[in-house]
């Protein structure tokens, strides 16, 4: 069986392209991460998600803890035989549920205890039981647990959380290494990420991710992003950090973004991304283009015989925009799905136009046509 390593194999500036090894596959970065919350993607099989070309998928160690149990999935071959997913898998460590689950939670040196969302018995995540469970879930890259605290936090309680937080890191290690407890995998099959935190102070952020990268972990992730800050203040927390974090270990921005968010991330040094805007958003009738986002629902599209992207290619390219407006507009799921689809294929082959443009050195003009094109409109 494979272990998990990383080579960078092309730059261009910042941007890189390189390679992960995992025990079930390889992945080429700059990649995007597909986020199948409860074990799936919503709406979407896995064959149609290999037919996407998603190369790694990342499941919710929270969200799986409460249903159906990680003792249940390990038993059902763990994550990959349990979601029928054959290629590489990430999972969280239930960190971000600390910043989305704010007003069911409480935090203490011991860890984070909940009221779980689905009947409101009490729930306790420690670093210990994050990595407990995320052994016996079997992904090949697994997240050390931390507090992902609100972008606009004061400075204070920033600072605490931090300090916290790297001691969650030591306390994730060694749970990650322990042979003690009889749990499955761990550190001889699965790779451990350490996750940077500090908001938006640049201090902080630096602090955060020396003291992050002493120990000598598997990768890095850049968190506490996404969560409320402009696009403008992200890129600037980038600009700080990224070209600080090892060059020899994969970077992994958690939790980002739309289309243009990823090739300025890209820009600046990350390798990993995950987001769930390509399913959230296709359920909601929107889909991705180098132009910017598509509002499917709208009259304009009702007798459109276009595909939705005569650049991309998927699925979803056989059926008209005015067909799946139909299909919105009527409440079929399938509209959504299609849009899906369309959407994850659309990422996966933005990633790979980007890796592309690192290799063959014209990735700043890449981006510069980019920027020139893309119209943000989500709303």
Request: charge should be negative.
């Amino acid at each position: 069986m494979n272990k998990f390593s990383f080579r960078v194999e092309a730059t261009s500036a910042a941007a890189r392209a390189g390679i992960i090894n995992t025990p079930h596959g390889t992945v080429q970065t700059p990649c995007f991460m597909a986020v199948g919350t409860q074990g799936a993607l919503k709406g979407i099989s896995a064959a149609q998600a290999e037919a996407c070309d998603i190369p790694i998928m990342l499941g919710n160690t929270y969200h799986l803890l409460l249903r159906p149990g990680v003792e249940t999935v390990d038993k059902l071959g763990g994550l990959h035989g349990f979601s029928a997913w054959n290629r590489p898998m990430l999972t969280d460590s239930g960190g971000y549920q600390v910043f989305s689950l704010a007003s069911q939670r409480k935090i203490d040196e011991e860890g984070v205890h909940f009221n779980s969302h689905i009947d409101g018995k009490p729930i306790s995540l420690t670093p210990e039981s994050s990595i407990r469970a995320q052994r016996y879930l079997g992904a090949d890259i697994i997240m050390a647990f931390d507090e992902c605290p609100d972008a606009n936090a004061e400075k204070k309680y920033m600072q605490d959380s931090i300090e916290r937080t790297l001691r969650w890191l030591s306390r994730s290690i060694e749970a990650w290494h322990d042979t003690e407890n009889n749990w499955p995998r761990g550190s001889d099959v699965q790779a451990l990420y350490g996750i940077t935190q500090g908001g938006l102070d640049k201090d902080l952020r630096l602090f955060s991710l020396e003291e992050t990268i002493k120990h000598n972990l598997p990768g890095f992730a850049i968190g506490g992003l996404s969560v409320g800050e402009s696009n403008e203040e992200r890129e600037q927390v980038l600009d700080w950090v990224t070209h600080l974090l090892p060059e020899e270990k994969p970077r992994y921005l958690m939790g980002v973004g739309t289309p243009i968010d990823l090739v300025e991330a890209v820009a600046r040094g990350v390798d990993q991304f995950d987001c769930v805007l390509p399913t959230r958003m296709g359920r909601h009738g929107i889909a991705y283009t180098d132009a910017g986002p598509l509002h499917l629902m709208r009259a304009e599209y009702s007798e459109d015989a276009k595909p939705i992207d005569e650049h991309t290619q998927s699925e979803a390219s056989r059926y008209t925009r005015g067909y799946i407006r139909h299909l919105l507009k009527a409440k079929e799921m399938l509209g959504g799905a299609l849009i899906s689809i369309h959407n994850l294929a659309y990422y996966q082959q933005l990633m790979k136009r980007m890796r592309t443009a690192i290799v063959d050195g014209t990735f700043n003009a890449f981006v510069d046509n980019f920027r020139k094109n893309y119209v943000r409109d989500e709303k």
